[in-house]
């Protein structure tokens, strides 16, 4: 058996400004912040000799090669981004369709009602209303327009959703309704 494993395709290269600050600010918290100290231990650990049996010099190390590793990651996934300013008319094409950086209200099956927020890959995680936009319910709620229905096949089983409100810029209030 190979351990090879293959390389995961990367997600969509869009992101909003606020995701984008996020990301740079855990590069520069990991890069001039946590390194530093962690180096720091790693060299005190390694002045106190043997280091076969020292653990802060093998544990220090261990995430060395993890801040190391996420800083490089970081790196090359904010070098090939587009910031999407959806706060500007020009950053989106039409204000009464759903695309990248858009606050949707869904009306599930049930009748509950519920925002989100149609963000890249590496924010949607952030919070519990960002869904991506690589997602099934994400890419079948690009291009959308109010009141049209949206069916997509979700672990739990086959759901549909229908188009409240769309709304760009800052987030909607939970009791905001069309």
Same mark, same amino acid.
């Given at each position: 058996m190979s351990r090879y494993r293959a390389p995961t395709p990367a997600g969509s290269k869009y992101i909003t400004p606020e995701g984008a600050k996020r990301l740079r600010d855990e590069l520069d918290a990991l890069w001039h912040e946590e390194r530093?100290?962690?180096t720091a231990a790693v060299a005190a650990?390694?002045?106190?000799? &043997?280091?076969?049996?020292?653990?802060?010099?093998t544990?220090?190390?261990?995430?060395?090669?993890?801040?190391?590793?996420?800083?490089r990651f970081l790196r090359k996934r904010l070098e090939g981004m587009t910031v999407v300013d959806t706060e500007s008319e020009s950053g989106r094409r039409d204000a009464a369709r759903v695309y990248f950086g858009a606050w949707v209200q869904l009306e599930n099956q049930d009748g509950e009602l519920r925002w989100y927020r149609l963000v890249g890959p590496d924010e949607f995680d952030l919070a519990s209303d960002y869904i991506s936009m690589d997602s099934p319910l994400g890419s079948s709620l690009l291009g959308k327009r109010l &009141?049209?229905?949206?069916?997509?096949?979700?672990?739990?089983?086959?759901?549909s959703f229908t188009v409240v409100a769309i709304r760009y810029g800052a987030r909607p209030s939970v009791s905001a309704r069309p």
């Open positions: 530093p100290r962690v650990a390694a002045a106190q000799g &043997d280091r076969s049996e020292n653990a802060e010099y544990y220090g190390k261990k995430r060395l090669h993890e801040i190391d590793r996420r800083v &009141d049209d229905a949206v069916t997509v096949q979700l672990p739990a089983g086959e759901h």
